[in-house]
């Protein structure tokens, strides 16, 4: 399974969407903390792990159409009336073993 073109198109995808994250995580998201922390002194992510986090560790395990489903359906689950809590990916449909 690991040699078939269809999982190493998809091992790119996920390197992209990765990187993405990578970007984000590094630069956009220090940014948007400093902002928001400054306006309101509790704010923190209702969730953990965070949403990137949570979206880096689907990309990393699943294939790269469930992790972008996983990871949109969590930022929709993100917002004023949720209570967040503890919310690890889940562990279906993983990736061969190397």
Sequence with gaps: MR?????????????????LLT???KVISPMVWVNRSAQHEDFRCKFYPTCSEYSRQSFER???IVAFGKT???????????KGGI????????????
């Design 3 to 19: 040699n078939s073109v269809l999982w190493k198109i998809d091992r790119v995808i996920a390197r992209f969407f990765l990187w």
């Design 23 to 25: 970007l984000y995580q």
């Design 72 to 82: 949109v359906w969590r930022l929709l689950r993100c917002n004023p009336w949720s």
């Design 62 to 64: 699943d294939w790269s």
């Design 87 to 98: 919310d690890f990916p889940h562990k279906t449909c993983r990736l061969p073993k190397k």
